[in-house]
């Protein structure tokens, strides 16, 4: 199975890995196709790239904080089937920290504002 990881710090720049058969990762499963992205972001972060960032939470697609750019289409890691060859990316390259952590206080504040608000950002804010 092939990974390719878009990297903010390397524009341009395309990082593969090629994982191993999941038996040899720990991982209970015959293919890694099936297997949620980030269950491969977590042990390539373990096993083969410390430094490697990505955000994870409850692994079941409810707090969205796994969200980056899957083949193009923004969805939750956690939720989403690795294939070959597949394509991860942060959300938003504007907002990314490091690989695909995307800054986070952005996301919540627009949840907050009100439309007129978010319209004219320069107004004092009240949370609701």
């Given at each position: 199975m092939?990974?390719?990881?878009h990297?903010?710090?390397?524009?341009?720049e395309?990082v593969s890995?090629?994982l191993?058969?999941?038996?040899?990762?720990?991982?209970a499963?015959?293919?890694?196709?099936?297997?949620s992205?980030?269950?491969?972001?977590q042990?390539?972060?373990?096993?083969?790239?410390p430094?490697?960032g990505?955000?994870?939470s409850?692994r079941?697609?409810?707090?969205n904080?796994?969200?980056?750019?899957i083949?193009?289409?923004?969805v939750?890691?956690?939720t989403?089937?690795?294939?070959?060859?597949?394509?991860?990316e942060?959300?938003?390259?504007?907002l990314a920290?490091?690989d695909?952590?995307?800054e986070?206080?952005l996301v919540r504040?627009?949840?907050?504002l009100s439309?007129?608000?978010?319209?004219?950002?320069?107004e004092?804010h009240?949370a609701?």
């Amino acid at each position: 199975m092939h990974l390719r990881l878009h990297r903010p710090d390397r524009p341009g720049e395309l990082v593969s890995f090629d994982l191993p058969p999941p038996a040899q990762a720990g991982i209970a499963a015959e293919d890694w196709a099936g297997i949620s992205v980030s269950a491969a972001l977590q042990y390539l972060q373990r096993a083969v790239d410390p430094a490697l960032g990505y955000a994870l939470s409850c692994r079941r697609g409810l707090c969205n904080i796994c969200a980056m750019k899957i083949d193009g289409e923004v969805v939750t890691a956690c939720t989403t089937p690795m294939h070959d060859g597949i394509l991860v990316e942060p959300a938003r390259d504007s907002l990314a920290l490091r690989d695909t952590v995307v800054e986070l206080s952005l996301v919540r504040r627009a949840r907050v504002l009100s439309p007129a608000e978010q319209a004219d950002p320069k107004e004092p804010h009240h949370a609701r």
